[in-house]
């Protein structure tokens, strides 16, 4: 399985601000997905991100809102932009398992709180 | 993170009993499942898998079981011990949306000395 690291582990912001957290992977990986749990929720898909193409996000949100880059097959970054309370939740990075089969593995999140 | 189960259901299980967790999913096309557990502050984590050819797979101390008739998938845990308390999520793939998972609602779980 792979290990997935990503950063911030928490954080708390101003409403307004942006905040980008970063997922590291330790191996390289076509695909990575960026998940939303909001307090008390399941996992909602936001994009999925492949190497050297933008991002394809979900209904319901947007690129101005949760940019993300890819630069390479073992790091992305997903950005919340001009945030609002509403924006708390943990945000989950994932990757494939090997072959490309349908198991994902988790980074283990990052809590932001918007004040 | 601290937020996850607030307001799941909660399944309350006596340490030693079996656990049965339910889910129902959505779409009779989706071609693969997997459970979730996710403690306090972590991730999810993969507990076992099944495609929709079978209708059992076993594991170390759990097992799923898929009935594609009424499109019901459940994990079952045996002789549950404290480190099983976590929120258990299903999820299921409908191809051809390739590794792109939809998340059931989740199960609190919790283990009672």
């Known amino acids: 399985s792979a290990v997935i690291s990503q950063k911030p582990s928490r954080d708390i912001c101003q409403r307004g601000t942006s905040l980008t957290i970063q997922c590291q992977v330790d191996s390289q990986v076509t695909m990575m997905f960026w998940y939303r749990q909001q307090p008390g929720q399941s996992l909602t898909l936001i994009a999925t991100a492949n190497q050297g193409s933008e991002a394809t996000y979900e209904s319901g949100f947007v690129i101005d809102k949760f940019p993300i880059s890819r630069p390479n097959l073992t790091f992305s970054t997903l950005t919340v932009s001009n945030m609002s309370p509403e924006d708390s939740s943990i945000y989950l990075c994932?990757?494939?398992?090997?072959?490309?089969?349908?198991?994902?593995?988790f980074g283990s999140g990052t809590q932001l709180s918007v004040l | 993170g601290e937020n996850v189960g607030l307001h799941l259901p909660t399944l309350s299980v006596q340490e030693g009993d079996n656990s049965i967790i339910n889910c129902a999913y959505s779409?009779?096309?989706?071609?693969?499942f997997i459970w979730y557990k996710q403690e306090s502050g972590k991730g999810p984590q993969f507990i076992i898998d099944i495609r929709s050819n079978m209708d059992k797979r076993q594991g170390q101390r759990v097992t799923v079981l898929l009935n594609k008739t009424v499109k019901h998938l459940s994990l079952q845990i045996a002789a549950t011990q404290p480190g099983d308390s976590a929120v258990y999520f299903c999820?299921?793939?409908?191809?051809?949306?390739?590794?792109?998972?939809?998340f059931g609602g989740g199960t609190r779980v919790l283990v009672k000395p």
């Open positions: 999820a299921e793939n409908l191809p051809p949306a390739g590794n792109k998972l939809t």
């Open positions: 994932s990757v494939e398992g090997a072959r490309g089969n349908e198991k994902l593995f």
């Open positions: 779409n009779s096309a989706s071609d693969y």
